[in-house]
């Protein structure tokens, strides 16, 4: 009954006076306060209480419920805003054209976690395989005539060249853009519209797929292919390695300055409605290049033509003039490059901000 008017009265109920020592004794000895903690005394208020100046220590409390849905609303905030930051970049980035993306990022090391890059490889390999062996059959089957009226002639020869360059230019376009030419790859690259590790990598599948093309050609023509030259580019009797080498440059520039204008987005969106004009455009820029060139180096504008039959024919005088047609084709492509992109495509560019300034505002 006391301890019911004492609940009701609000008076507090607890052991004796004589029992607090037994209760000081059982929480000695004091405990240091550690890290994190603090001594507070138990007061009588709430579910405080005194137990005759006993300290105890409880964990200091981080801070009030207010501040603490402050600091976390804080951090969510925070979150929310880098997230949103985040997909706002990916969704630029994703509508960006593939030309302004190669401008941003030049050497393209993501290009190797991508499914589509090893497809393009494969593709140009394939391509430049079929290429040579084609190409280089072509001239074989020629040179094993014996009367000048025999075989497919000069005319034929370019034709197997230019032919095979607008029919593979056709099937990869989509795939790889249908380089199949070390020289155009870095022409593309000089440009800034391949990166660093895709051209490399185009290089290397287009010369791999060059030898592989020459030593089908050896096993099908084993005899005549060792009799007659293998096909590959070396300078012709009566001409100087200077006159090569002017020839390699001015007849790569052509095909890469074609390449070039047919590829500009431009002259994508005009010709739309016919989409074989641009590897048309090429092929017929390839046989009129060898009819002019054959006489003089067999024609190579395309560095990974010239080192398959070489590496396959193995031949000294073949070896000896194989730089010029390295340095020809890369020089022709550089000066192609620099010629389209930054001599026309500015001309251009300027000539279309002076008819917009002067045009009459409605």
Known sequence: MAQNRARNTGRHVGPAPSA????????????????????????????????????????????????????????????HSSNTNLRRRRRKWNKMSEEKKIHLDVVGMGELKQWSFYKALIAEFVATLLFLYVTIATVIGHKKQHRPCDGVGLLGIAWSFGGMIFVLVYCTAGISKGHINP???????????????????????????????????KAFMKHHYMMLGGGANSVAAGYSRGSALGAEIFGTFILVYTVFSATDPEGIARDAHVPVLAPLAIGIAVFMVHLATIPITGTGINPARSLG????????????????????????ALAAAVYHQYVLRTATTATAITTTTNSPRI
């Open 183 to 217: 020289a155009v790859t870095f022409g593309m690259l000089m440009a800034r519209k391949v990166t660093l590790v895709r051209a490399l990598a185009y290089m290397a599948a287009q010369c791999l797929g060059a030898i592989c093309g020459a030593a089908l050609v």
């Open 20 to 79: 607090w020592p037994t209760l000081q004794h059982a929480l000695q000895p004091q405990q240091q306060p550690s890290s994190g903690m603090r001594a507070v005394f138990l007061g009588n208020t709430g579910s405080k209480r005194e137990c005759a100046g006993t300290r105890v220590f409880l964990p200091r409390p981080i801070g009030s419920p207010t501040e603490t849905r402050k600091k976390s609303a804080n951090i969510l905030h925070k979150l």
């Open 309 to 332: 039959p070489a590496v396959i024919f193995n031949n000294p005088k073949v070896w000896h003039d194989q730089w010029i047609f390295w340095v020809g084709p890369f020089v022709g």
